[in-house]
């Protein structure tokens, strides 16, 4: 069974159909990427079950409120939150979310050898994933990881991102994370340049960036916190990637290129584009207050999980987690399962030559700071007809009737394997020639992305996983 | 009496003197500023006084919290809040803190006329000011202001702020006010540049930018919602304050004005800057918790005040203001009242000929992120020695024992007249030679701090007052 949940079985076909079409081109160590990961997936022993949310180990429910937390007040705990936004198809609702306020690295080590690029990255297996193990960052590890809650292994490589000055930082900024999920949670995603010979251990391989971008292009093979960090690395476009073949024959990657490129002709000036993040984010009115989760009206807990009454939108369930390779041996935690695959999907427009993407201002309710540029269409299809239909993002026919042609990138990715469970989301990159247009929308360049991802609140994590989708195109 | 409070007459009389030395060169209506505002105060009909905290009319006591708030739910609230600050040497306390979760608008017109830009100014009445009126931005105006929740006058000039797109953007980010009195507070700093001729109504005058940076030398004259529209200026330099004269004869402004202008060789790179107040910030573990104001262990209330029962720190208290030219004609509310005038000092230093200023990276447990650039020392000394002496800034030394010709500006002014009752702070900018240093400080050029300053959450309002006092320096 290679160590996954047996729930997953059918699950793997796909993923292994995936894995297949992985370039088998070898890597420094004359290995595929894809061998790699099947190599790990064989040796990793991590089994995962769903089991009772009521008897998790080391959990408590409080008995007023019914938060979920940790027994060392650790971790993450999971709480209700009251919503109103006003205006909106849905102005009002509460749900449960998850609190995690201590701030984790994000880190990958990179090194210039020859020209090139290489981003030393490991094959991690995390209990939310369906196939077990994915490609992730060199570090991926929550303060209660590193400092040692729970009695664990060393965290390999945290020294170099602890340390800052010994080393280039090509990047260092937290990020939020789901807002609709997560009450304020911040990472650090951090990139760091080495010269020194640093050695991949076990379970760890140095890729080249652009094939690591590749890899974007094949289900479940990335994880989030990789294409996170990927997203913030100053050098996105083809500086990091290497120069851009046949730039000259295919207008859209040539668009692409330009994009990237500080100086280029961008619809808006960036302060431009500030002054409409700051109008729109002080005109929201929103409210996101803190409530008992054992009191919020359209949700009910059993031994099982907690769900909402209509069966949409996600529920917080139990798992059993036994690791052979892990920091410890095994553990139980809840986590949180959404219902349906999620969209996310950037509309991109060449605009005098230049690729621009349609920004969203986008109001969520546990963003640190209101709203943040997400994907122009971000939704969960499942759950509507639930949802009422004045509910449906703008602009989503142009994404549902969009043609082959139009549609420059599809993969259907994970969400973070260690909070989330099975969760997964459709991302789209569509090339459309209308000149869309919308208060709460801005078409934007790379470029200006670029330097707002150096500063915190800006971009939403859906946003940044289409970023890094957008530097796999870069090349053929 | 000219409408000030009576408790005050001795201290009009230092603010008089003050008054008198500020330039007479008339501005464009032949009137010098000082007999401008001389001749606001004297129509001004202002009339502040203390009254019991417990019979505020319009405002409500929480009967089991505490919480004092306003009977519409709107303007602000004053609760309790819980702090603990590991590896302080006072790592926890608790306090009374204001909540004002609206955005309001502090906004500057300027205008572009033969080479030189003008900004419209207004004479305006705070009930907290000592000296009823100062010199102010254009537009003042919390949410519940200028959407006319207390059934006043409409806000003159709010439209220019409130219609983005019309005229150019020069600023436009929010910005944190007392991280030590609000909680979570953000105001929008915006200025406008008009193309259009904008007649100066009753009580307002267009001065030039230079002089209104003048005015800063003068204590209790330039309000403090003047000071942080006036640091967010883009073109902070000699760019906006015209060629600076005889630059090359004074060292200490050719520094200065050199650290303005982008490429000048910096102590550290931005993205080193940033790497720096990342690590602060991820590694400060502050828990800043809402508590009852009925809660807080060493604070009283009383009928007349809610004080610290050591006398230190600050009293709410509360006041009855009469307004003739105000939007309403009367009010009551709660205030904040320091005890003690604080300090904020900058140290710079000429690095390589390039003016820098030592910025603290300091935790406030009001701030939305956890810490803000702020002075190299901030402090009030009479809370000492109620506070150890441990808990005394680093580099305080430099500041108390400077000498005069080191000390380049010095200036006692108001903080904001509209929250804070009689609450005022030096502000000090100190040259030293001594390459002072410490892992929670930096070196920074003006430029870097121009950068920063277009984003939320960088900067706090003293070391915005600070910039704006370092801008009045470009000029002898």
């Given at each position: 069974m290679n160590g996954y949940p047996p729930a997953h079985a059918a699950d793997l076909t796909r993923s292994e159909s995936s894995a297949a079409r992985i370039d088998r081109r070898p890597d420094d160590r004359g290995l595929t990427v894809h061998h790699w990961v099947e190599q790990e997936r064989r040796r990793s022993h991590m089994i995962v079950r769903v089991v009772?949310?009521?008897?998790?180990?080391?959990w408590r429910f409080d008995p007023d409120s019914g938060t979920i937390s940790h027994h060392t007040g650790r971790f993450f705990s999971i709480d209700g939150l009251d919503v109103t936004i006003p205006?909106?198809?849905?102005p009002h609702w509460s749900q449960p979310i998850i609190h995690q306020s201590e701030v984790g690295i994000l880190g990958i080590l990179v090194k210039r050898l020859d020209g090139s690029t290489y981003c030393l990255m490991q094959a991690k297996a995390e209990p939310g994933n369906r196939n077990g193990i994915q490609v992730s960052p060199t570090v991926q590890a929550t303060r209660s990881n590193y400092s040692g809650v729970h009695g664990g292994k060393p965290v390999p490589y945290l020294a170099y991102f602890q340390a800052p000055g010994r080393q280039r930082v090509l990047a260092d900024v937290r990020q939020s994370e789901q807002g609709a999920w997560f009450y304020r949670k911040r990472n650090r995603n951090v990139v760091i340049e080495v010269d020194d010979d640093v050695e991949a251990q076990d379970g760890f391989r140095w890729l080249p960036v652009a094939q690591v971008h590749r890899l974007l292009?094949?289900?479940?093979?990335?994880n989030m916190d990789a294409r996170t960090v990927l997203s913030c690395l100053p050098l996105g476009g083809p500086e990091l990637l290497g120069p851009v073949d046949g730039e000259q024959s295919d207008p859209f990657r040539s668009a692409l290129a330009r994009?990237?490129?500080?100086g280029t002709h961008a619809r808006h000036t960036t302060g431009e584009i500030l002054n409409w993040l700051t109008n729109v984010r002080a005109r929201a009115e929103v409210t996101a207050a803190p409530v008992p989760l054992a009191s919020l009206p359209d949700w009910h807990r059993t031994d099982d999980r907690i769900s909402h009454r209509s069966g949409h939108f996600f529920d917080i369930v139990g798992v059993d987690v036994r690791a052979?390779?892990?920091?410890?041996?095994g553990w139980q935690q809840p986590m949180l399962r959404a219902h349906g695959v999620g969209v996310s999907a950037f509309l991109v427009n060449r605009l005098d030559g230049v690729l621009h993407v349609l920004a969203h201002a986008r109001v969520e309710p546990g963003l640190v700071d209101v709203a943040e540029l997400a994907p122009t269409v971000q939704y969960t299809p499942d759950n509507f007809p639930y949802l009422p239909r004045e509910a449906q993002p703008l602009f989503l026919d142009h994404v549902l009737d969009a043609t082959p042609e139009q549609i420059r990138f599809d993969a259907v990715l994970s969400e973070e394997g260690g909070r989330f469970f099975d969760t997964r989301c459709r991302y789209l990159i569509i090339e459309t020639d209308e000149p869309l247009g919308h208060p709460d929308y801005r078409w934007m360049t790379l470029h200006q992305f670029t330097e707002l991802l150096r500063h915190s609140y800006y971009v939403n994590v859906q946003a940044r996983s289409l970023l890094a989708c957008l530097n796999s195109l870069v090349q053929p």
């Open positions: 009772s949310l009521a008897d998790l180990t080391g205006d909106r198809a849905v292009r094949f289900d479940d093979l990335v994009s990237y490129r500080p052979g390779n892990r920091e410890v041996g």
